[in-house]
T-cell receptor
Framework: ELKVEQNPLFLSMQEGKNYTIYCNYS?????LYWYRQDPGKSLESLFV?????AVKQEGRLMASLDTKARLSTLHITAAVHDLSATYFC?????????????FGTGTLLAVQP | GAVVSQHPSWVICKSGTSVKIECRSL??????MFWYRQFPKQSLMLMAT?????????EQGVEKDKFLINHASLTLSTLTVTSAHPEDSSFYIC????????????FGQGTRLTVV
């Protein structure tokens, strides 16, 4: 059974600081997704990582994937308050054996001024 | 990106009644739709996967007779919570996959269900 864990579950950080959220998963997958969720809202797609070594960046967020270690990271650079949200990673393979996504536990990020 | 519309955004119902939630893909045909449930401060839990024209595949522990899923067309899937109880109160989110070979699925706005 595929399990996806995130670390940390809660992160309070000051504006301007850097930090990394980690996503570990238990079985082989070559696709990993990162989403953002604001309170009471649905999911916003941030990144889709499709291969080992993939790195994508958008603004202050950068995501990477190491399929051999079954690990993805979401790095936050010089955090700002607007980044406060819950971040989820999800692993799966549409069209593959599972044809579904399994979500991580989520990381609640609070950026303090 | 493609747009998935979910309706209603929120609903309050009495215990014992049934509630239907709609999920529509507005500008594409969705071969597969997924239904998730999210309790407060928790992650999304997949409830079922539905393919157009066939019966939904439910995840372990999800009662198929309680959560009825219909995917009658390539643009519409519905989730009906039958005989709802307060413990069914949750945030329900659908997502729709564009087509085979496409790596992304798009999420609806979610439906907040409160059973009183």
């Amino acid at each position: 059974e595929l399990k996806v864990e995130q670390n940390p579950l809660f992160l309070s950080m000051q504006e301007g600081k850097n930090y990394t959220i980690y996503c570990n998963y238990s079985t082989t997958s070559d696709r990993l997704y990162w989403y953002r969720q604001d309170p009471g809202k649905s999911l916003e797609s941030l990144f889709v990582l499709l291969s080992n070594g993939a790195v994508k960046q958008e603004g202050r967020l950068m995501a990477s994937l190491d399929t051999k270690a079954r690990l993805s990271t979401l790095h936050i650079t010089a955090a700002v308050h607007d980044l406060s949200a819950t971040y989820f990673c999800a692993v799966g393979n549409y069209g593959g054996a599972t044809n579904k996504l399994i979500f991580g536990t989520g990381t609640l990020l609070a950026v303090q001024p | 990106g493609a747009v998935v519309s979910q309706h209603p955004s929120w609903v309050i119902c009495k215990s014992g009644t049934s509630v239907k939630i709609e999920c529509r893909s507005l500008d594409f045909q969705a071969t597969t739709m997924f239904w998730y449930r999210q309790f407060p401060k928790q992650s999304l839990m997949l409830m079922a996967t539905s393919n157009e024209g066939s019966k939904a595949t439910y995840e372990q522990g999800v009662e198929k007779d309680k959560f009825l899923i219909n995917h009658a067309s390539l643009t519409l899937s519905t989730l009906t919570v039958t005989s709802a109880h307060p413990e069914d109160s949750s945030f329900y989110i659908c997502s729709a996959r564009v087509s085979r070979g496409v790596t992304e699925a798009f999420f609806g706005q979610g439906t907040r269900l409160t059973v009183v």
